[in-house]
Structure formats: structure tokens, C-alpha cells
């Protein structure tokens, strides 16, 4: 596939330089991507996905996804909560009784909290699924208590797998396929690489230890942890999931509300908080800014997927031999591309009902200001904290009642602001948590 680009010249050729520069420790071949809110604004190949045929990497090829599978089963498990089929807290062993842990829960195997083992004790040939999957389950390890640190559990999204398997009632493959795969138009996303063209798939090759030279790997299409590790796609298809991820599909299928639970920090990663861990994807954090995806870590393949939640750009990276240094690439990718494009098209001005347009204001307590304002559609609140700082970040309210509004995040979240009314009508002040603000 040629190179597509609707961003500038000088930018992508940066990024084409830092790629090339990659390429020279030992990588055979690297398909990139840039999207912004459903849209493909870079996307290019570089080297060969097969070196022997000397066929080139592109877009369009197709890699092995590794660890990203978890981000669909993350997915399929949410749907099945939405539904009402299981909750989060529910004991991993209600739904798959052969789990060893009566302490552990579904949310924990999510976000990599429960201390369980990283692999399934069992040889690398034998697939950890179904009976083998099963049969095993008992001589695991917890390594560490729930929550006591954050360890990444292939063998607990294998866990997952069996858990959607029972509780949809249908092969993990096929629900997955059905309620994911197909809803979001990812035609060449699938557990049966056999199904698609050789001549569209890149082989996969082993970087040798001690020279930037490759070694074809052999094994690099064998069967993998399904739930964990099976799926195969291309950058394309990553950047309609990364889109997906960030929020910019519409609801399709899952909710925005589900997809931002998602993507809260559920554990942190490192001391920095520069990683830390939602219900399945993976947070990195550059600056003030939260990205949200995962990478593939695998001996012949090997990248990242990443989008902002924030800006709506998103970027992937995927290289056909392992270890590929693609984080800081994507990242910065994601950073240039959102000084280059617009923000959402806008929209007429929605009015706000009477009971919002009268609470509109500023309000004082204790020297605090907090301003009540009407933004993009929705009653916000945010602290004005004088000169040199700025105003903090707006938080939504929503109406639960006559004059009552509910804090839907920051410090006062959960909270009811209560409107305070002088005999007359007016409003002078609301009520939140015993604090009293007054109007000014």
C-alpha cells in the first residue's frame, strides 16, 4: 500500500527518519498509522515483510497482535457486565468454578491485580484453553495478595476467556468475532490466520542477541493463548480499534460510559505513574496527558497502539521481530499529529433548560471560588484559583431533582449540591458536602 498522508510533508518525514533509525538495530520491516477520530491521516511501510520474496511491509499487512488481544476480551467481559450477565466484583470461581482463588475477583484478573502467575504451567506447545486450560487451574500461584502490586497475568486473561466462554454461552471466538470484531468493520481481524492470503502476511523473524541481524522464526504463526495472545490484524485495523478505544465510535458497541471506566487508572505501574493500568488497557502518561492501549511483546513481533481519549489522535507501530522500541514513537506521533489537526466540528449552542440558566454563576466559600458554567451542552463546575494558577478542571453535574444536582467527578463526586433560595426565588448559594457558597 503506497504512503497516505493528510498531515505535513516535514512532520511525517520527521517521523519516517526516527522509524529508519529504528530499522538499522535489526528490524526487517514496520508498519506505522496516524488516525484522528476515525480518520487514517498517515499511514506508510517501510523494509520487507518477507525477506526471502523481498515482498514490502505495509498498512495493510498483516502482523501477529500478541498481548492487544486482551483489549478484546477486556471488551467482551464489559459487554457481558452491561448485560447483566456477571459483575465486576463477582469471585472469578462463580463463573468458572475449576479458579483455585475464592478471593479473587473478575475486575482484579482485568486490571492485573490479582498476584496470579504470568503463564499457564504448561508446555509451549499445548494451547492453555478448554480442558488444558481447566486441568491445570489447580497447581497455580498467587504470587502476591489482590491489589498488593500490579503483575502482568497472561494465564489470567486465559482465565477471562473461559469465563466469557461460560457465561455467554458460545465459544470465546465467536463472541468476540460477533459482538467486536464485526460491529467496528475490522475485516482482516481474526483467530484463523489461515483464512486470510499468505502473500498478506508478514513472517515473523527472532533478532539476534549480540548483531543487528535476524533469524526467521518458525514458530512465529503457531497457536497461542486465544483470550490473550491469538489475534492477527494490521495497523489499519488497530487504528479503528485505537478510535474505538478513545471514544470516537459513537457508543458502537460499548457504552462511552463503560469505555471511560475503562480507561480510569485502576493500578499504578511504576512509582512515576508514568504506566499504569485500566480494566485492560494500558495507561501511559506523557505530560498531562493520559494515552490508552497496549502493546505487542512477542520474540517475532513486537509494537505499540495508543490513542488520546483527550485529542482523538491515536497512532500504531507494529514491527515483524521482537522488541521493537516503538513506545516513544507512537507517543510523540500522538503529540505532533494533535498540534495539527482541528478540534471536533462544531455544533450549534445547545440552550440550557431555566432550572440550569438560573444556577449559572460564580460562588464563594471560605475564599474559594467555584464557577458554575454551561459548556459543549453540560452543567460543569470548576474552582477559580486566582492569578498565576489557572481554573481547575471542569467537572460535570447532572440534575437528579428540583433543584439538587449530582457531581459526577472530581473532589466532590457522588456529591449532591443542593440550591439555596431566598423567599422571593432567587438563588443566593447551593449546599455540597455541610459547605455552604454563597453567589457573587
Known amino acids: ?148 502490586r500490579w503483575k502482568y497475568s497472561s494465564l489470567g486473561y486465559c482465565v477471562l476467556g473461559e469465563l466469557v466462554e461460560r457465561v455467554a454461552g458460545e465459544p470465546y471466538t465467536d463472541f468476540v468475532t460477533s459482538r467486536i470484531i464485526e460491529p467496528l468493520g475490522m475485516d482482516e481481524v481474526t483467530f484463523e490466520p489461515a483464512a486470510l492470503p499468505r502473500i498478506r502476511m508478514a513472517r515473523g523473524y527472532r533478532r539476534a542477541v549480540d548483531r543487528d541481524s535476524v ?62 493500568q485500566g480494566l485492560g488497557p494500558t495507561l501511559v502518561r506523557r505530560g498531562g496527558a493520559v494515552l490508552v492501549g497496549h502493546a505487542a511483546v512477542l520474540p517475532s513481533f513486537s509494537g505499540w497502539m495508543l490513542a488520546s481519549p483527550e485529542t482523538g489522535v491515536g497512532a500504531v507501530l507494529m514491527a515483524n521481530a521482537g522488541d521493537a522500541p516503538a513506545l516513544p514513537v507512537v507517543a510523540s506521533m500522538i503529540e505532533d499529529a494533535a498540534r495539527h489537526v482541528s478540534g471536533p466540528t462544531a455544533i450549534p449552542a445547545e440552550v440550557p433548560a431555566p432550572a440550569i440558566e438560573q444556577v449559572l454563576g460564580r460562588y464563594a466559600s471560605d475564599g474559594a471560588t467555584l464557577v458554575l458554567a454551561w459548556r459543549g451542552g453540560r452543567l460543569v463546575a470548576h474552582h477559580d484559583r486566582g492569578a498565576g494558577l489557572g481554573p481547575s478542571a471542569p467537572v460535570e453535574l447532572e440534575s437528579v431533582g428540583t433543584d439538587t444536582f449530582r457531581f459526577l467527578d472530581g473532589s466532590y463526586c457522588g456529591e449532591a449540591m443542593r440550591v439555596l433560595r431566598h423567599p422571593s426565588g432567587r438563588i443566593h448559594g447551593f449546599e455540597v458536602c455541610n459547605r455552604s457558597y454563597e453567589r457573587i
Open 215 to 276: 533469524t526467521r522464526d518458525h514458530q512465529a504463526w503457531d497457536e497461542a493463548a486465544t483470550a490473550a495472545g491469538q489475534l492477527f490484524g494490521t495497523a489499519l485495523d488497530l487504528c479503528t480499534f485505537g478510535s474505538f478505544l478513545a471514544g470516537d465510535r459513537d457508543g458502537l458497541v460499548l457504552r462511552t460510559e463503560t469505555l471511560e471506566e475503562m480507561r480510569r487508572p485502576a493500578m499504578v505501574v511504576d512509582q512515576s505513574w508514568d504506566h499504569g
Open 1 to 148: 500500500m503506497p504512503s497516505t498522508s493528510l498531515l505535513p510533508e516535514e512532520l511525517t518525514s520527521e517521523w519516517a527518519g526516527r522509524i529508519a533509525a529504528m530499522m538499522l538495530e535489526g528490524f526487517p520491516g514496520v508498519a506505522a498509522a496516524v488516525h484522528h477520530r476515525g480518520r487514517i491521516l498517515w499511514a506508510r511501510g517501510f523494509g520487507f515483510s518477507d525477506l526471502e520474496t523481498r515482498r514490502p511491509m505495509g498498512p495493510g499487512t498483516v502482523v501477529r497482535l500478541g498481548g492487544m488481544t486482551k483489549l478484546f476480551t477486556a471488551a467482551a467481559v464489559m459487554l457481558l457486565r452491561d448485560a447483566g450477565a456477571l459483575q465486576l466484583d463477582d469471585l472469578v470461581a462463580r463463573h468458572v468454578p475449576e479458579f483455585p482463588s475464592g478471593i479473587v475477583t473478575v475486575r482484579q484478573l482485568l486490571c492485573h491485580a490479582s498476584g496470579l502467575q504470568r503463564e499457564a504451567p504448561l508446555p509451549r506447545h499445548v494451547v492453555p484453553r478448554g480442558e488444558a486450560l481447566r486441568a491445570v487451574l489447580p497447581e497455580v500461584e498467587f504470587l502476591f495478595p489482590p491489589f498488593a
